[in-house]
């Protein structure tokens, strides 16, 4: 079978850095992705990665480590419009395995 | 805007009746993909189309159907309604199965 398990909520500060953790179980995937969601919104893509290894994008940064079975967004200098909800998606042949979202909410 | 529009916005309707909502992919986009989300719940994979043909079933319904038309754009058939159907239902179009997904802006249904 196929599974993500990521935190439900995490609350961080205004300006700081918080990592948000995605560990999956499944018999096969070719990337791991991850989508932003704001309140009433729709899901946004954010960043993607095939291989192992970080990719940054701006403030935002993913890691893979398929070892491991395990992934994290990272997100740099904090700012309220950030406050959301944040996806793990497993990128199958056949299509997206999402996680269940970790709600990130900014303190100011 | 991510591209992929999806009619209507809103949608409230009664127990027991049925409903079709619409999406219309982004261009190019061959892949379909129907999400229910419900109050504070992640997205429920409910199924997929591929160039016009079923590609995978997740969680969905018999009372829900689908289709994909030649021109891409999709439906989605929801009947007997319940009122633990209403959600906000999303579609997301891709290049080919498994790429980065595009959203659309959601329907909000609401059964009373």
């Known amino acids: 079978g196929q599974s993500l398990e990521q935190p439900s909520e995490v609350t961080a500060v205004e300006g700081a850095i918080v990592q948000i953790n995605c560990t999956y179980q499944?018999?096969?995937?070719?990337?791991l992705s991850w989508y932003q969601q704001h309140d009433g919104g729709a899901p946004t893509f954010l960043s993607y990665n095939a291989l192992d290894g970080l990719e940054e994008t701006g403030r935002f940064s993913s890691f893979l480590s398929r070892s491991d079975s395990y992934g994290y967004l990272l997100l740099q200098e904090l700012q309220m419009k950030d406050s959301a909800s944040y996806f793990c998606a497993l990128n199958r042949d056949d299509k997206i395995i999402f996680g269940k979202g970790t709600r990130l909410h900014i303190l100011p | 805007d991510s591209g992929v529009t999806q009619t209507p916005k809103h949608l409230i309707t009664a127990t027991g009746q049925r409903v079709t909502l619409r999406c219309s992919p982004r261009s190019g986009d061959l892949s379909v993909y129907w999400y229910q989300q419900s109050l504070d719940q992640g997205l429920q994979f409910l199924i997929q189309?591929?160039?016009?043909?079923?590609?995978a079933k997740g969680n969905i319904l018999e009372r829900f159907s689908a289709q994909q038309f030649p021109d891409l754009h999709s439906e989605l058939n929801l009947s007997s309604l319940e009122l633990g159907d209403s959600a906000l239902y999303f579609c997301?179009?891709?290049?080919?199965?498994?790429?980065?997904?595009?959203f659309g802006p959601g329907t909000r249904l609401t059964v009373l």
């Open positions: 189309y591929y160039n016009g043909e079923e590609r």
């Open positions: 499944t018999s096969g995937f070719y990337g």
């Open positions: 997301a179009s891709s290049e080919n199965s498994g790429d980065t997904q595009y």
